[in-house]
């Protein structure tokens, strides 16, 4: 696999420079890639000790809205700053300022500290996953680039799994600073490693970056980004505080779409939309993302809930979809690499996303962790055939030039969609445990999920019987409908996939139709 590259990299040599070796440049990308997503998942898990520390509770929800906002708000650009001035310097930039917004929060003295810290975190961490998508993009050709899928898989169930045990881990024993200051020596073995194994050239682009196109986009994501966080918890879904940010984000998007079609240098050239392919991946990947963190969120809590597991091991429950996630996800890597055929996997990947959700809205109060492992690995077969493939097809239907921006677009619609996704099936979910509660136990059942419908061990312990089996139940209710409403939204995931177009991965070799030089071209020029 590396080999191949490596041979590839070796015959391609400008001005004498190129990488020691392909594996340790993948090494790097993945620790950064390592970085991004497991930050969230050890915060987390430290929040309740900041909280006691710091206090501000009232402010809580920021320190990951922050996180967010940034994070979304600047992927794009860091796509485009990619294809302007060259990948190496964006990307090594994005980890610095990662570094720092982490180095900066370990020594936060209060939640407002924190929650700025945590923005400009979320800064750096919006280049992190673009930088490594675009530049193994650039360094291997697509028909390989697909053994590449199960690392990835690999890095992002890793993270999931051992974030909140890793979490749980520094903040017993070195205190909840360390959640962020253990960044710095990871980030710091990935910074030296890209600095001194990838050389890519230093492009100086004429055009100017668009101001203006920037300006709207970061107005519209952080408007709907609000709305999806806030809507149903901070604010009433009708209230006009949410109006007003929905009216914002809309008339914004608006107006950057408006914009990008007579920019001169667009962040988001609106031509990448009429490749087909493109533009379904950009929904397959909005409704991926939309699914998976509300399973990672709410399987956690029912099993906990109803099922009586450990809070301490919650990564560990998730095992049964990572892990399906991860075979499928190497399988269709390798399958894709040999074959050239992606199509099948978006369809399968549709298929089994919708049959996994609508067994998991099948369990209640009843249901036994082997039964529900058994749902939750389905779902995650589905998602395997789609979290890589997504990425894989988007960057195959672009033109080099376009490189990092079709990497950050179909990473920011991921991200939208988990953002909705939380806010939908959280609404949803909430919505039915109080119902159920005032159901089942009446008034009291109401007020003891009024505020919140998601009790902690310690809440969750100290209720009544009679009470705590009402709440099962509710949760158990919620649960059911939360996987009901992903079910039907998955629908869209394979209608999108059957009007896929099966366009030839390139292979790094000219293509005899066309006469058009393709990857290794462009290893050449990037190396």
């Known amino acids: 696999m590396a080999d191949t590259v490596e041979s590839v990299l070796e015959s391609s040599k400008p001005e004498g420079k190129q990488p020691k070796s392909v594996r340790v440049v993948l090494l790097a990308l993945m620790i950064a890639m390592m970085l991004a997503m497991l930050d969230n998942m050890i915060v987390g898990t430290a929040m309740p000790t900041i909280v006691g520390e710091l206090g501000g509770l009232e402010h809580l929800s920021w320190v990951v809205t922050g996180y967010t906002l940034a994070t979304a708000a600047s992927t794009p650009i860091w796509g485009k700053l990619g294809d302007m001035y060259g990948r190496k310097g964006s990307f090594l930039t994005s980890i610095v300022i990662f570094l720092i917004g982490s180095a900066l929060s370990g020594m936060?003295?209060?939640?407002?500290?924190?929650?700025?810290?945590?923005?400009?975190?979320?800064?750096?961490?919006?280049?992190?996953?673009?930088?490594?998508?675009?530049?193994?993009?650039?360094?291997?050709?697509?028909?390989?680039?697909?053994?590449?899928?199960?690392?990835?898989?690999?890095?992002?169930?890793?993270?999931?799994?051992?974030?909140?045990?890793?979490?749980?881990?520094?903040?017993?024993?070195?205190?909840?600073?360390?959640?962020?200051?253990?960044?710095?020596?990871?980030?710091?073995?990935?910074?030296?490693?890209?600095?001194?194994?990838?050389?890519?050239?230093?492009?100086?682009?004429?055009?100017?970056?668009?101001?203006?196109?920037?300006?709207?986009?970061?107005?519209?994501?952080?408007?709907?980004?609000?709305?999806?966080?806030?809507?149903?918890?901070?604010?009433?879904?009708?209230?006009?505080?949410?109006?007003?940010?929905?009216?914002?984000?809309?008339?914004?998007?608006?107006?950057?779409?408006?914009?990008?079609?007579?920019?001169?240098?667009?962040?988001?050239?609106?031509?990448?939309?009429?490749?087909?392919?493109?533009?379904?991946?950009?929904?397959?990947?909005?409704?991926?993302?939309?699914?998976?963190?509300?399973?990672?969120?709410?399987?956690?809590?029912?099993?906990?809930?109803?099922q009586g597991a450990s809070a301490t091991n919650s990564g560990l429950l998730l095992l049964p979809m990572l892990g399906a996630m991860l075979v499928t996800s190497m399988v269709a890597g390798r399958v894709t690499t040999n074959?050239?055929?992606?199509?099948?996997?978006?369809?399968?990947?549709?298929?089994?996303?919708?049959?996994?959700?609508?067994?998991?809205?099948?369990?209640?109060?009843?249901?036994?962790?082997?039964?529900?492992?058994?749902?939750?690995?389905?779902?995650?077969?589905?998602?395997?055939?789609?979290?890589?493939?997504?990425?894989?097809?988007?960057?195959?239907?672009?033109?080099?030039?376009?490189?990092?921006?079709?990497?950050?677009?179909?990473?920011?619609?991921?991200?939208?969609?988990?953002?909705?996704?939380?806010?939908?099936?959280?609404?949803?979910?909430?919505?039915?445990?109080?119902?159920?509660?005032?159901?089942?136990?009446g008034a009291l059942g109401k007020g003891v999920t009024e505020k919140s419908a998601q009790l902690d061990a310690k809440h969750l312990k100290m209720l009544p019987a009679p009470i705590k089996d009402a709440y099962q139940h509710a949760v158990s209710a919620g649960t059911h409908s939360a996987f009901l409403l992903g079910a039907a939204i998955a629908v869209i995931v394979l209608i999108a996939a059957l009007f896929v177009k099966e366009v030839p991965l390139k292979s790094g070799k000219p293509s005899a139709e066309s006469g058009e030089d393709v990857a290794p071209v462009q290893v050449v020029e990037a190396v």
């Not at 001169?264 to 392919?277: D, G, I, W």
């Not at 990092?404 to 920011?412: H, I, K, Y």
Request: overall charge positive; hydrophobic content about 50%; proline content about 3%.
């Open 339 to 441: 074959s050239g055929r992606y199509k099948i996997f978006p369809i399968v990947g549709g298929a089994l996303m919708i049959a996994g959700l609508y067994l998991l809205s099948l369990m209640d109060t009843g249901t036994t962790r082997v039964t529900s492992g058994v749902y939750m690995a389905v779902l995650g077969l589905g998602m395997g055939c789609l979290m890589q493939i997504t990425m894989l097809v988007a960057q195959n239907s672009v033109e080099m030039k376009d490189m990092g921006v079709a990497s950050s677009s179909t990473t920011l619609f991921r991200t939208l969609g988990s953002s909705f996704g939380v806010a939908i099936m959280g609404a949803l979910f909430n919505n039915r445990v109080q119902h159920v509660m005032a159901e089942r136990a």
């Open 108 to 306: 936060a003295q209060n939640m407002g500290e924190l929650i700025g810290f945590r923005a400009i975190q979320g800064l750096g961490a919006g280049g992190l996953m673009v930088g490594v998508m675009a530049i193994i993009g650039d360094l291997i050709p697509p028909r390989e680039r697909g053994k590449y899928t199960g690392m990835m898989a690999g890095v992002m169930a890793l993270a999931m799994i051992g974030g909140p045990l890793v979490g749980g881990t520094i903040t017993d024993n070195w205190g909840w600073r360390w959640s962020f200051y253990i960044n710095l020596p990871l980030g710091a073995v990935a910074l030296a490693l890209v600095s001194a194994v990838l050389h890519l050239p230093k492009k100086r682009a004429k055009a100017r970056i668009d101001y203006l196109g920037v300006a709207l986009l970061t107005v519209g994501i952080t408007a709907i980004v609000l709305v999806t966080t806030w809507g149903g918890t901070e604010y009433a879904w009708t209230s006009a505080r949410i109006m007003e940010l929905t009216g914002i984000g809309v008339v914004a998007l608006i107006g950057f779409v408006w914009w990008q079609a007579r920019a001169v240098e667009p962040v988001v050239p609106l031509h990448m939309f009429r490749s087909r392919n493109f533009t379904l991946m950009s929904v397959i990947g909005f409704i991926t993302g939309f699914v998976m963190f509300g399973a990672t969120l709410y399987l956690p809590l029912y099993q906990q809930s109803v």
